[in-house]
């Protein structure tokens, strides 16, 4: 079994910062892309940031520059700076992973149980 477990979502003022965090844990041979997407209300769930398990990021354009993408590959976990936020940023955030699970063939996708990040004005 595995599971993403993210957290470092809440409520800020435009212009501030949070952090949000996914640990992925359970049956995990290999843990190879990882990162976040998100889903404000009434929109299609977007890609925010995605790094590759050899260091490869991508990020939307909508946040360059404000956001930075990072990752501990020994504890499989994987950070979301945000910074200079604004109300257009407002989303649930979901953890995104490619694992390779013990004792399955292949690769397959995970994702977190989300957390809500609300930027006021």
């Known amino acids: 079994q595995v599971q993403l477990v993210e957290s470092g979502g809440g409520l800020v003022q435009a212009g501030g910062s949070l952090r949000l965090s996914c640990a992925a844990s359970?049956?995990?041979?290999?843990?190879?892309?990882m990162g976040w997407h998100r889903q404000a209300p009434g929109k299609e769930r977007e890609l925010v940031a995605a790094?590759?398990?050899?260091?490869?990021?991508n990020y939307a354009d909508s946040v360059k520059g404000r956001f930075t993408i990072s990752r501990d590959y020994n504890k499989n976990t994987v950070y979301l700076q945000m910074n200079s936020l604004k109300p257009e940023d407002t989303a649930v955030y979901y953890c995104?992973?490619?694992?390779?699970?013990?004792?399955?063939?292949?690769?397959?996708?995970?994702w977190g149980q989300g957390t809500q990040v609300t930027v006021s004005s």
């Open positions: 995104h992973a490619v694992i390779a699970p013990w004792g399955l063939p292949g690769s397959y996708d995970y």
């Open positions: 359970g049956s995990t041979f290999s843990v190879n892309t």
């Open positions: 790094i590759s398990s050899i260091g490869s990021i």
